[in-house]
């Protein structure tokens, strides 16, 4: 019945089948079919037909479709264009009943365009370009004339205005000849200018520069698509209900129309990689679009919480340049809340009751037989378990619904005998993220919700728990993790690799969590750079991580100064050295822009080079030092030939003599090495991927579980490697690049003495790095 109903209004068969098996479309089509018919008899010409699917298609709030319909039944509504602005008014006033005169306007029901308004519209345009189209002839842009011609007569028929165009456009030019119908030349483009290469700098006041990567990278997709501030009625799926324009009108009087975004994230635990692009987006969208961000930590967990946990959060947030235009807790609206649970109650929504976790996990877990107790007698238990006359896990209070994965009534509130870290023990009872979230959004005057898409599931109970307490509602987004391959994020995991001590702590190089990529070495640009490129949208995005490496390598290009250091030292001595005393040879700190400054290292007849750099026997393609083929020494000027090789009694080379020549004065060497003289001694900490497989946590790959993965190599210490004295004065978190080498941070272990730096990234990506 329902595809002769749809092949009767014009869809072909295929068309026909597709739109059955959408099941709320098919719906929505039929009740607009039979409405149409009831009105213009069972057949409905194709020219109808069109309008109905469309409408049925792309109208959001189902509830005006008879009214639609209707319009399109009467003939009111005739173009696909009328259609459109009726959705779009629709769109715009979600309420009924609809003010009938203010749509026909808006809609142009009624509005006939004659054959002569048209004419006389298009030849007052082809008046105003009579010029350029009598040089420019058929090679003009004709569009240009019909985008003006539309817009004077905005419910007039397209095709009636594009045949009178062309009548028009001829009468005056004629007929097409030869010229006209030649394409015509494109010009040249001009070649751009070329571009400086914008720097990435974080201002005085931890903002985030005008000179950085433009947030807008991070904010194409789904982002584009976001309601504007007050208009969270226009966003599919939100619910409208009686009180929602008035609270939406509220709402714009404490914002302002500005944009509201918040990063929530729960203080038991650090930062990851993961939670860098949150940030970015978050603070990002609000600076974007000249809005504010809220850093509110989820603090209803009592027993997980600690005070190092807030700090590193705060300092992470900063650390990545932005600013927090508020610090917040959940704990700091409690009382609200608690007030809030009991209006729900008394509305009927709220349960106190009994069931055991155990009883309610899972998606089909039996119903609670306290669903429908008495308003009174759970508005006395749960001031019961506020008094604490509940042990833990004896009572809960349950919220009516149902949420999009089948989950049914999900807990508001437990029992919890844990001191708050903020609230002391003034409360034993604790309320949920499901309960908490969206309340403190709408206490907030949160305009876009922005969380990670496992949220997407407690969307329903978003909407429905501040609709149910005629609070304003806030708009719930959801966008894609990121993930990055060879590591684990898990709290739990990360804790476990502590425990065993695979790895020292929460901010060990070889983790992805933000503390330990500072640590590491990572600049905070390099990770707001990596998480624009990766981009917001609704798919998880899994990155490999040397995708975040070549971003530190940009940033640190620009701002790591140049040093040498060695880290296997060979002696070379120089027998004729060409001074009585140590040379001193001038660096600079940016190779290429010497307006960066320079730096001064010794130069005397001991110098340290890798063991690398030399070989008693060259092969084919060997273009270093070895007896018979000479080195430059960089920066120095000089170039070194092997005059005596000297090992131990074993046959290890242990020093090599050398004599000098000047650069100006030879040859050119093949390659030129990096060296040290007087250097200072200190300690670096290399490092590989902690992990062996791409996915450790994945049982197809590690059957054994995530810690039997752990790559045995993952660190390597040199603990005596020679730099030079430039970095003297260095402190933690410096950063250099060793030249040939990589790019190097000083780890906050170093002492006075004994600098210890750990290697952020090499110079290039390694090739073997899939």
């Given amino acids: 019945e329902a595809l002769g109903l749809f092949t009767g209004i014009g869809l072909s068969e295929a068309k026909a089948r597709e739109t059955l098996r959408n099941g709320a479309l098919s719906a929505l089509l039929r009740r607009a079919v039979l409405q149409a018919q009831s009105t213009l008899g069972p057949t409905l010409d194709k020219a109808t037909g069109t ?31 009328q259609l459109s602005a009726a959705l779009e008014y629709v769109r715009n006033h979600p309420l009924e009943p609809l003010d009938a ?24 345009v082809i008046s105003e370009h009579r010029a350029e189209l009598l040089a420019e002839r058929y090679h003009f842009n004709m569009g240009l004339l019909m985008g003006e011609a539309r817009s004077r007569l905005r419910w007039a028929d397209g095709k009636t205005i594009k045949n009178e165009v062309d009548l028009q456009v001829l009468h005056l030019l004629g007929p097409k000849t030869e010229a006209d119908l030649e394409k015509k030349p494109k010009a040249a483009k001009a070649r751009p200018a070329p571009v400086e290469k914008q720097k990435v700098v974080v201002v005085e006041n931890g903002e985030v520069g005008t000179e950085t990567r433009s947030l807008l990278e991070q904010l194409r997709g789904e982002a584009l698509k976001f309601h504007k501030p007050g208009e969270n009625y226009k966003t599919e799926g939100y619910v409208v209900t009686p009180n929602t324009m008035a609270l939406l009108k509220q709402h714009l009087a404490v914002t302002g129309g500005q944009v509201r975004t ?7 635990g650090i930062l990851h990689i993961g939670h860098a692009k949150a940030i970015n987006f978050n603070f990002g969208y609000a600076k974007a679009n000249g809005g504010v961000c809220f850093l509110r930590y989820d603090d209803t967990n009592p027993e997980k919480e600690e005070e190092k946990y807030f700090t590193a959060i705060r300092d992470m947030v900063e650390w990545l340049g932005y600013q927090p235009y508020a610090v917040t807790h959940a704990s700091d609206y409690f009382d609200q809340l608690y007030t809030w649970a009991l209006e729900l109650i008394r509305r009927g929504q709220a349960y106190v009751c009994h069931q055991k976790v155990e009883e309610i996990k899972g998606h089909n877990p039996p119903p609670s037989p306290w669903r429908d107790r008495p308003v009174e007698e759970s508005l006395l238990l749960f001031e019961d378990m506020r008094k604490g006359k509940f042990g833990e896990g004896e009572a809960t209070l349950r919220m009516k619904l149902v949420m999009e994965d089948g989950k049914m009534d999900p807990v508001a509130y437990r029992v919890k005998f844990t001191p708050h870290h903020r609230t002391g023990d003034k409360w034993c009872i604790y309320p949920t993220y499901d309960y908490t979230h969206c309340l403190c959004d709408s206490i907030e005057h949160i305009t876009h919700s922005l969380c990670t898409k496992e949220f997407q599931a407690r969307r329903s109970s978003y909407f429905w728990l501040c609709n149910a307490l005629d609070v304003y509602c806030p708009v719930q987004w959801e966008y894609g993790r990121l993930n990055l391959l060879y590591t684990v994020v898990s709290k739990r995991k990360i804790i476990r690799l502590v425990e065993t001590g695979a790895v020292r702590d929460w901010d060990d190089p070889r983790l992805f969590t933000l503390t330990a990529l500072r640590r590491r070495g990572f600049p905070p640009e ?43 030292p060979l002696k070379v001595t120089i027998t004729n050295f060409p001074a009585p005393k140590a040379l001193e040879v001038l660096v600079p700190n940016f190779p290429g822009d010497e307006s960066r400054g320079f730096h001064k290292v010794p130069f005397q007849p001991t110098v340290y080079i890798e063991e690398t750099d030399f070989r008693e026997e060259m092969d084919k393609g060997y273009k270093r030092l070895a007896p018979g083929q000479p080195v430059g020494l960089r920066h120095a000027g000089y170039i070194i030939a092997v005059q005596s090789v000297i090992k131990d009694a074993s046959g290890r080379v242990i020093e090599l003599e050398v004599t000098c020549t000047k650069s100006d004065m030879a040859e050119k060497p ?64 410096d950063k250099f690049q060793f030249e040939r080498l990589g790019y190097f941070s000083v780890d906050p272990d170093s002492k006075e003495g004994k600098v210890v730096f750990n290697q952020t990234v090499t110079l290039k990506e390694d090739p073997g790095k899939a």
């Fill in 51 to 81: 309008l109905l699917y469309n409408a049925a298609a792309r109208l959001r709030d189902p509830k005006h479709l008879g009214f639609l319909v209707g319009y399109i039944a009467r003939r009111e509504i005739l173009t696909d264009l």
């Fill in 101 to 124: 005169a203010d749509f026909e306007q808006a809609c142009g029901v009624g509005v006939c365009i004659s054959p002569e308004q048209i004419e006389e519209a298009v030849e007052a």
């Fill in 262 to 268: 918040r990063f929530p994230p729960e203080p038991n």
């Fill in 526 to 568: 390099a990770i707001n750079n990596f998480c624009a490129r990766v981009g917001v949208t609704v798919a998880q995005a899994t990155m490999e991580p040397h995708l975040l490496e070549a971003c530190a390598r940009e940033v640190l290009n620009e701002q790591a100064p140049r040093a040498m250091a060695v880290l296997e």
């Fill in 670 to 733: 093949k390659a030129f090495i990096h060296w040290v003289s007087e250097p200072l001694t200190c300690e670096v900490r290399l490092y590989e991927r902690l992990f062996l497989h791409k996915n450790p946590e994945d049982p197809s790959e590690v059957p054994g579980g995530f810690l039997s993965d752990l790559n045995p190599d993952s660190l390597r210490v040199v603990p005596n490697a020679l730099v030079d004295s430039s970095i003297l004065s260095a402190r933690p978190f």
